[in-house]
Nanobody, 116 residues
Framework: QVQLVESGGGLVQPGGSLRLSCATSGIILSTYVMGWYRQAPGKQREMVAT???????NYADSVKGRFAISRDSAKNTVYLQMNSLKPEDTAVYYC??????????WGQGTQVTVSS
């Protein structure tokens, strides 16, 4: 059974950093495209970062240069390093796995709040 479990969210001041983790089970991580998405209150879910099986990354313009997605296949875990956080980064962050352009599973989400 495929499971994705996010962790690492919390309350951080503007300019601070957080590292989100997405622990996976039931899959071979390196064979999937991994993604981080976020959804702020009253807004649609949006793509934050993706990581292909070949290691290529893609970022939303709003997070380029501040966020970094990475994968540790030995730990079956995907990370999202978030630096220079802004209040507008406040959202619930979700990870997903994609194969053949079809989303296979989502995690339950982790709350990130950026506030002074």
């Amino acid at each position: 059974q495929v499971q994705l479990v996010e962790s690492g969210g919390g309350l951080v001041q503007p300019g601070g950093s957080l590292r989100l983790s997405c622990a996976t089970s039931g899959i071979i991580l390196s064979t999937y495209v991994m993604g981080w998405y976020r959804q702020a209150p009253g807004k649609q879910r949006e793509m934050v970062a993706t990581l292909t099986t070949g290691g290529n990354t893609n970022y939303a313009d709003s997070v380029k240069g501040r966020f970094a997605i990475s994968r540790d296949s030995a730990k079956n875990t995907v990370y999202l390093q978030m630096n220079s956080l802004k209040p507008e980064d406040t959202a619930v962050y979700y990870c997903n796995i994609v194969r053949r352009a079809v989303v296979q599973a989502w995690g339950q989400g982790t709350q990130v709040t950026v506030s002074s």
